[in-house]
């Protein structure tokens, strides 16, 4: 699920923007197919005859700000059903006490992503514009079908050596060890548990030093972050030699990139393994992120994957002690006519997780960036998660040089 909530600082026709939702609805077939699910797995999505309108809760004045958080969330956290093409929904409150208005959106990752947030927001702002103005509409290039979607995807698969990728992945996965930090309870885990999600902020100063070194060497942000990430675990007391798992988005023609639907795949970096090439570990990211990237058109069955890793006990999840690292877009601003909006933490994110630790990175457009590290606690001390936090902090403060010295090999 992606959930995303904008505060509003404006007056906002709830017609319009009910007939603006109902636009974006409309013009993107993976908002309103309908997907067949079996098991865990979602399948194909059936197109219906009439797309219909966007699910649109209009809902009572609230008195206070939080009430207005409350009755969105009560909204937003209801399960979606996708075998009913119900696919995303969003919701309006108003507060009487601060006179702003709570617009929130949740959407199932069958058919969005982070790219599509940016989309969305976009979208919404347009078709809100026009039905303020009476008229219809007019968002210029057209967006992809879901038939132009799986042509897409097909042709990118015939022009890859599908081959070659998989030797690589298994390759990575040959051996790789669960990242069991000090502390884990020796009980056999449940599919998903609890958590902790403490929250760090990462003031722009002290990224500076770190976007001037990634510039020079031809690194991305999330390399580098990685690298930093990957040196708090391990000063954490996981194993040198450790995986990280990351979501990653699969780019398209510039009419798929223009168009709602879940780009996302995973991909796994493994910068201290046998195969790594580099003095250090901030070069060693770097090895291992450029030959991922050029191995995201296959995803491995994750039989191949379990057999390269070493078969999980039965009944756990597949590869649910290798960390997940999300680097995340900048979340994307909204404007309804003269109500512009403040994107606000979405709602009840973190409850339970099928992996042990998941750390995620968001940036924030006036710089710096936040960070949450989502900790399971029936597996761990919910005290780790402070202190992996703290040891990233540790590490970005101290800047590249330092991370250079204390990993050369």
Known sequence: MSDLAWWLDGWVDETALERAATDVHRRHQALHARYIVSGPEVGHAVLPAEPGRAQFHGLPLARTDAAATDAVRAVLTQPLRLDDGEVWRCALSRSSASGRGLFGVVAHHAAFDGWSARILAAELSTAYAARVAGTEPEFGAPVASLAQFDAGYRQQLAAADLDAQRQYWLGEFRGMHPCHLPGRSPEPAANAGPVTAPGFAVEPA????????????????????????????????????????FPTANRG????????TCRVGVACLRPNGPSRQGRHLLARMHDAYTKAMAATDLLLDPAEIARAVGNP???????????????QDALPAIKLGDATGKITPVFGRWDKSSVDLYTEVQPRSAGGMDLNVVLRTDLYPAGLADDIGRLLLEII?????????????
Do not use: K, N
Not at 234 to 240: D, E, H, L, N, T
Not at 397 to 409: H, S
């Open 313 to 327: 006990p039965p009944g756990t999840p597949l590869l649910q002690g290798i960390p997940i690292l999300a680097y």
């Open 253 to 260: 023609s510039e009419l798929i990139d223009r168009s709602i």
């Open 206 to 245: 002290q990224l500076r030093p770190w976007e001037t070194y990634g510039r020079s060497r031809g690194m991305t942000a999330f390399e580098w972050v990685a690298a930093a990430y990957a040196e708090a675990l391990i000063r954490a007391g996981a194993q040198r030699d450790l995986g990280l798992v």
């Open 397 to 409: 403060r101290e800047g590249p040089g330092l991370l250079e010295q204390r990993t050369a090999t």
